[in-house]
C-alpha cells in the first residue's frame, strides 16, 4: 500500500530542509522531538504508517561531540536504537534509511568502498558505526539502507564545517592565515545527495552505499577560489600531515546514479547564497 507519506528526522537540519523542499511527490511527517526520549519517539510514531523513513538526525559537528560524547552518544546511537525498535513494533514502516559517514573509515590513499575496513576517525564516526551496526542487526524484521555520505556543503551550514569555515576566515580576516590544511576529502553537491536519496527511496534498496562524488580535492583548491573571489591573500602554517578521504561510489552509481554538479558549481552557488544572506 502507498501512503504517499515519508517520515523525516532532522527536518531542521540542512539536509532535512532541503529534502522537504525538493521531495515534492510526497508528503513529510516531521519528527520534532528529542531523539534521546524513548517517549517522544513513541507518540510520534504511534498509529502512523509511512512509505519510508528517512533517518537524518544527529548531533554531527565533529567538535560538539569531541566536548561531548556522552550526549552524542544518547542521540546519534540510543536513539536511532529506541527509533527503530519503535518502529519495528507499531509495524510504521518496511524500509528506512540511515544515514551515516565517511568518517566510519579510516584515512586511504586509495578510493574507499563500502567493503573497506572501518575505524572510524573522529567520535562523531564512532557513534555512527555503532548505530549503524545496531540497524544491520535489524535486517530480517526491517529494510536497512545506510548512507555513508562524504563532504558536502550549503550556506546554512555552521561555520564549523570545512568550507563555511574558510569562507569566514577570508570574509572577516584582513591577513588570512590557515593552518593544517594539506588535506584531500571528496566533496558532494547537496543536489546530487538529494538525487542519490529519491532513488534509493523509489527503488526501496537496502544494504551500505558510500554517497560521494568518487573525486579527489584538495583543501588548497577551496582555499584559492576563495582566495580569487575575495582578492586577498593567505598564509599556510603548520601543513605537515596529509590526509586522504574518498569514495569509491560504483555501487550507487550501478543503480542508475550519477552526480551532475562538480565543486565548481558548488563553491560557486555558496559564495553566491552566502553573500545574499550577510547582505
Not at 151 to 171: A, C, G, L, R
Not at 185 to 207: P, Q, T, Y
Not at 240 to 264: A, E, H, M, Q
Amino acid at each position: 500500500m502507498k501512503f504517499k507519506k515519508i517520515g523525516l528526522t532532522g527536518s531542521t537540519g540542512v539536509l532535512g530542509q532541503f529534502l522537504k523542499k525538493n521531495f515534492k511527490s510526497y508528503k513529510f511527517d516531521t519528527f520534532n522531538g528529542d531523539l534521546s526520549s524513548k517517549i517522544q519517539i513513541k507518540k510520534w510514531i504511534k498509529n502512523k504508517q509511512f512509505d519510508g523513513i528517512f533517518h537524518l538526525a544527529a548531533i554531527v559537528p565533529t567538535n560538539q561531540v569531541t566536548k561531548n560524547l556522552k550526549k552524542a552518544i544518547k542521540v546519534n546511537y540510543e536513539g536511532t536504537k529506541f527509533l527503530v525498535d519503535e518502529i519495528i513494533k507499531q509495524k510504521t514502516t518496511n524500509w528506512i534509511i540511515f544515514t551515516s559517514t565517511s568518517h566510519v573509515y579510516n584515512f586511504s590513499k586509495k578510493k574507499i568502498k563500502e567493503t573497506s575496513r572501518t575505524k572510524p576517525i573522529s567520535k562523531y564516526g564512532y557513534t555512527k558505526l555503532k548505530a549503524e551496526r545496531y540497524i544491520l542487526k535489524k535486517k530480517n524484521k526491517i529494510k536497512v539502507c545506510i548512507v555513508r555520505i562524504f563532504s558536502y556543503t550549503n550556506y546554512n551550514q555552521k561555520n564549523s564545517f570545512i568550507i563555511p569555515s574558510i569562507y569566514e576566515k577570508f570574509n572577516r580576516e584582513k591577513s588570512v592565515k590557515l593552518e593544517n590544511v594539506n588535506h584531500f576529502r571528496d566533496f558532494v553537491d547537496i543536489r546530487d545527495i538529494f538525487s542519490a536519496f529519491k532513488i534509493l527511496f523509489l527503488k526501496k534498496k537496502e544494504g551500505i552505499y558510500n554517497l560521494g562524488s568518487g573525486k579527489k580535492t584538495s583543501l588548497l583548491t577551496i582555499i584559492k577560489f576563495f582566495s580569487k573571489k575575495f582578492k586577498k591573500e593567505y598564509k599556510i602554517i603548520n601543513n605537515k600531515k596529509t590526509t586522504t578521504l574518498v569514495s569509491d561510489n560504483k555501487k550507487l552509481i550501478n543503480i542508475g546514479w550519477r552526480p551532475k554538479f562538480n565543486l565548481f558549481s558548488t563553491l560557486k552557488k555558496f559564495y553566491i547564497q552566502k553573500n545574499i544572506t550577510n547582505v
